[in-house]
């Protein structure tokens, strides 16, 4: 870290804004907000496994829904799905990245309709070790009406 960062730091400590709010937060939120565009709400959160609760949140996530995580993870982006109340449904990782497998998640899709009668609420695919995740695979699978 280089002179500016230090200086921020300090700030922080003289200021007394030692936790997840303050005016650099609000700077930081109103920035970006500004440079996404118009209608764009930002809220900067202290880790992802808040970001990931709070999008479960406003994607209406409760209890009795179930979410599709990949099984080789971090608990902190599976956890969250239980703090709502919902069931984490864990699907396999496939061997290049380690990540969601999109053939497993088009099964689990599958075997979630024929048991439950519905779709899981949403899908947590996370990108591990540095990997991304087959994220156009996943998203299409997703958004498929049909599930053969």
Known sequence: ??????QYVEEAFNTNWISPAGPHITA????????????VHVAALSSGTAAIH??????????????????FTFS?????????????VF?????VTWNLDPTTLRYAIN???????????????????GNP?????????SMSSAYP
Do not use: W
């Open 111 to 129: 075997d979630r309709i024929s048991k439950t009668g519905r779709k899981p609420k949403a899908i947590i695919a996370v990108d591990l070790y």
């Open 54 to 71: 709070l999008a479960l949140i406003i994607l209406g996530v409760k209890q009795g829904d179930e979410v599709i995580c990949s099984s």
């Open 1 to 6: 870290m280089g002179s500016l960062e230090k």
């Open 28 to 39: 930081f939120e109103e920035e970006l907000a500004a440079y996404l565009g118009e209608g």
């Open 133 to 141: 995740a087959k994220l156009n695979e996943i998203l299409a699978i």
């Open 76 to 88: 902190g982006s599976c956890n969250p799905v239980v703090y709502v109340g919902a069931s984490p």
């Open 91 to 95: 699907v396999e990782s496939e061997h």
